[in-house]
């Protein structure tokens, strides 16, 4: 069973400042940066998970996040974004701006 | 991040195991090669051309294709079911205020089923570590100058999504027939890296 959205279009989330020994699909580049939810994308098994060789690998849903390259590095006009299962991200507060 | 794929351990492994399953008579090299010849015979930046031009032609099928575009390319008799399992396709389409661009910064995701295999740029970390950081600068050394007021964004498939750019059609080409449009679009305009 997959777990249920936590968030919506539109949702500011912050990037768990994660640093696993293990694989991560969270880009290095992201961890710790604040985004907005493009969308959600659909429930997929967590590849984190998969490349521990978890016998039941969490499936929780993917989302896309988008980024000021402002955020990410400092300096750029552009966008990044970026596919990130749930159990990264976390509800954003003005704080974390 | 892994650079040299060939070296990887992922690669030593996927050969011996390869070995052990032929010695141990379960699958012959002829049937692994027509495993892969069977994947990539369809796999064709041809495919995104045609899905290009048949959005160009028809914006009832573009406005289907953005939405939702596993449903929508079945129309063209093309899907994502050509891998293990059926991967999820996101269209992105370019307008006059704004150019998008693919990459997978972790490795080299890419719809191989649909594009055929990446150019080797895709691949290196040069192009990887580059594009998310300053793309202007990095579409610029490919030849595409774009004006500073369109905006850029750059999708890195970092999970089980695969992605490619759906470019402007060009301008003089409202005489063209959707097969006369086909050839027109190249593998860099389907990963952003050129105007079409």
Known sequence: MAEPPRFAAGAAVLVRNVDPVHHSRVPRYIRGHRGVVVEAQGAWPVADDRAQNLPRPRVEPVYTVRFAARELWGTGGHWVTVDVWQSNLEPATEADG | ?196
């Open chain 2, 1 to 196: 991040m892994s650079g040299d794929h060939s070296n990887a351990p992922a690669a030593a492994r996927v050969r011996r195991l390869e070995e052990r399953l032929i010695a141990a008579g379960l699958v012959s090299d002829t049937e692994l090669d027509e495993i892969l010849a069977r994947y990539l015979a369809g796999a064709s930046p041809l495919n995104g051309a045609r899905i290009v031009a048949h959005a160009w032609a028809d914006a009832g099928f573009r406005d289907r294709l953005l939405a939702d575009a596993n449903t929508a390319i079945t129309e063209v008799n093309l899907s994502m079911r050509g891998g293990l399992q059926e991967q999820r396709l996101k269209i992105v389409a370019n307008t006059p205020e704004r150019h998008n661009v693919i990459v997978c910064t972790l490795c080299s995701c890419y719809p191989i089923g649909l594009l055929g295999p990446s150019p080797s740029w895709y691949k290196s970390e040069a192009y990887r570590s580059r594009v998310v950081r300053e793309p202007r600068a990095v579409l610029d050394e490919f030849g595409l100058r774009l004006p500073e007021a369109v905006e850029i964004t750059v999708w890195d498939s970092s999970a089980e999504s695969r992605y490619f750019v759906l470019p402007q059609r060009p301008a003089g080409t409202d005489e063209l027939t959707e097969a006369d449009l086909v050839p027109l679009v190249t593998r860099e305009g389907l990963i952003g890296t050129a105007a079409v």
